[in-house]
């Protein structure tokens, strides 16, 4: 006897789409609220120190108008909202805030590394305070304040501001777990930068004008520094999601970048240095740079 398949019942194309709509706005409508939910948290006045009436609030197109020339930046780790409140003393100088929900402490962290410089202070996770700025990341929110006339009361201002906002934000995040792949020995400390897009990577260490290495929201990549006596290296990480697309990223990158590479994967380039890949699964390690072939091979080793 043949058995009667029930058909599945399919969603209209138009009825599809209004939902996708709605997901989309009630998504966006879910983080702006939480962001002003979190800017009503935090003090609109503080010593002598009062913000301006209105918060002023973006999203990931409006984003433009706000920053120029840097919004990408914030794009590339999938900014969902921005909050930005301006703050001004009695003397007429002002501080400027601004919180962005990532959406993830994964993505929070990874537009944190982007500039690690500075001192490290306890304020948040991570934070890093240098002429006239602070920044820190926690949860799933970055957040940068910083002075436009740099002074001992604004600098005091700005940590305190700073605090409040920390305190403002009831979870802490957590690191990718990529992190954990990272050879502890040699380690640059603050030199990790986590990634997603090969414009960022690019801006820290440039590969090419092309996507050769096929990142994307679905990668992981974490760069970093190594440096072990005099000699120093450079590793790159990528976990992808998909093992076609990393073959296909170890072809081109092998192809582009180490045409000249021995059987181990080994080469010397251009500048003397040497450079190495080797793909596991779906996670590539590349040696961008190595001062000698023995550093080389020892950051490789925990991978092959």
């Given amino acids: 006897m043949n058995s009667v398949r029930q058909a599945r019942p399919c969603i209209p194309c138009h009825i599809f789409i209004l939902l996708t709509i709605m997901v989309v706005f009630m998504t966006k409508t879910s983080h702006a609220n939480t962001l002003k939910d979190l800017g009503a948290r935090i003090p609109k006045q503080f010593k002598s120190w009062t913000a301006e009436p209105k918060d002023r609030l973006y999203d990931e197109e409006t984003i433009y108008s706000y920053i120029d020339g840097g919004a990408e930046l914030y794009k590339a780790y999938n900014m969902r909202q921005c909050l930005s409140r301006r703050y001004k003393s009695t003397k007429g100088l002002s501080i400027i805030l601004d919180i962005f929900d990532m959406g993830t402490s994964d993505d929070a962290f990874g537009v944190f590394t982007h500039d690690t410089d500075g001192n490290l202070i306890d304020i948040g996770q991570d934070a890093r305070y240098r002429s006239g700025w602070l920044s820190f990341w926690k949860h799933r929110y970055f957040v940068s304040i910083y002075m436009e006339e740099e002074?001992?009361?604004?600098?005091?201002?700005?940590?305190?501001?700073?605090?409040?906002?920390?305190?403002?934000?009831?979870?802490?995040?957590?690191?990718?777990?990529?992190?954990?792949?990272?050879?502890?020995?040699?380690?640059?400390?603050?030199?990790?930068?986590?990634?997603?897009?090969?414009i960022v990577l690019n801006y820290h260490f440039y590969i090419?004008?092309?996507?050769?290495?096929?990142?994307?929201?679905?990668?992981?990549?974490?760069?970093?520094?190594?440096?072990?006596?005099?000699?120093?290296?450079?590793?790159?990480?990528?976990?992808?999601?998909?093992?076609?697309?990393?073959?296909?990223s170890l072809k081109g990158f092998s192809k582009h970048y180490l045409p000249d590479a021995d059987k181990t994967g080994l080469a010397k380039i251009e500048n003397g240095k040497f450079a190495a890949a080797f793909l596991k699964d779906k996670l590539l390690t590349i040696i961008l740079e190595s001062d000698s072939r023995q550093m080389a091979e020892k950051l490789l080793a925990p991978f092959l």
């Fill in 208 to 248: 090419s004008d092309e996507n050769i290495l096929n990142l994307s929201a679905k990668t992981e990549a974490l760069l970093a520094n190594y440096k072990v006596g005099t000699e120093a290296a450079r590793l790159l990480l990528i976990s992808y999601t998909n093992l076609k697309v990393a073959k296909k």
């Fill in 151 to 198: 002074t001992d009361a604004a600098e005091k201002a700005v940590k305190a501001l700073g605090r409040e906002v920390a305190a403002s934000i009831a979870e802490k995040g957590f690191r990718p777990r990529i992190l954990q792949k990272l050879p502890p020995e040699g380690l640059v400390s603050g030199s990790v930068r986590y990634l997603h897009h090969h």
